[in-house]
């Protein structure tokens, strides 16, 4: 008899053992899924990572490890989340000073999309990283240092074409 191991009992193990890690690391973050949010995260982005569960822990797993939910941004701005065209995810390690993002394409049509992750405002500077091309599902992920040259900020600036042109700035001063 061949022995079958069921996805379902690794994806479970796996929330177990992410839910215990983020249960120990309660003053840093709460979790509304397997990846956590950070007590920095606005009460907006805690709403928004309530109620998008999947889409939260699917772009906070392809950052990888240790990074924490900062902030949930439905794109372009003005638009009732619910008609959104995507979602710039900005995930951050307290501890590294890192930052990760993740531009989720919610039209359900490739799309040409960019991404890119700068320390500082200046895009396209030193310390950038980019994803750019048609995607289906999301563009990134994209990573860059959360000390910017004055001081703690960065950017992520995304791009989907026809649709979508915004730059956020991120941080405490700049």
Same mark, same amino acid.
């Given at each position: 008899?061949?022995?079958?191991?069921?996805?379902?009992? $690794?994806?479970?193990?796996?929330?177990?053992?992410?839910?215990?890690?983020?249960?120990?690391?309660?003053?840093?973050?709460?979790?509304?899924?397997?990846?956590?949010?950070? +007590?920095?995260?606005?009460?907006?982005? +805690?709403?928004?990572? +309530?109620?998008?569960?999947?889409?939260?822990?699917?772009?906070?797993?392809?950052?990888?490890?240790?990074?924490?939910?900062?902030?949930?941004? %439905?794109? *372009?701005? &003005?638009?009732? %989340?619910?008609?959104?065209?995507?979602?710039?995810?900005?995930?951050? !390690? *307290?501890?590294?000073?890192?930052? =990760?993002? $993740?531009?989720?394409?919610? /039209?359900?049509?490739?799309?040409?999309?960019?991404?890119?992750?700068?320390?500082?405002?200046?895009?396209?500077?030193? @310390? =950038?990283?980019?994803? +750019?091309?048609?995607?289906?599902?999301?563009?990134? *992920? /994209?990573? !860059?240092?959360?000390?910017?040259?004055?001081?703690? =900020?960065?950017?992520?600036?995304?791009?989907?074409?026809?649709?979508?042109?915004? @730059? $956020? !700035?991120? &941080?405490?001063? =700049?």
């Amino acid at each position: 008899m061949k022995h079958v191991r069921s996805s379902v009992g $690794i994806t479970a193990a796996m929330v177990a053992m992410l839910l215990t890690f983020g249960a120990t690391q309660a003053v840093a973050a709460t979790s509304v899924s397997d990846v956590p949010v950070a +007590k920095s995260a606005s009460a907006f982005t +805690k709403d928004f990572a +309530k109620s998008n569960q999947p889409a939260i822990s699917r772009a906070g797993h392809a950052c990888g490890g240790n990074y924490q939910l900062a902030s949930a941004d %439905p794109l *372009p701005f &003005g638009v009732d %989340p619910k008609l959104r065209k995507g979602v710039l995810y900005n995930y951050i !390690t *307290p501890d590294s000073g890192s930052a =990760c993002a $993740i531009f989720d394409n919610n /039209t359900g049509v490739r799309q040409y999309m960019e991404l890119t992750s700068c320390p500082g405002t200046n895009v396209g500077g030193p @310390g =950038c990283s980019s994803d +750019k091309g048609n995607f289906l599902e999301y563009a990134g *992920p /994209t990573y !860059t240092s959360t000390k910017g040259p004055r001081g703690t =900020c960065w950017v992520h600036q995304a791009y989907m074409q026809r649709v979508i042109s915004e @730059g $956020i !700035t991120y &941080g405490k001063t =700049c």
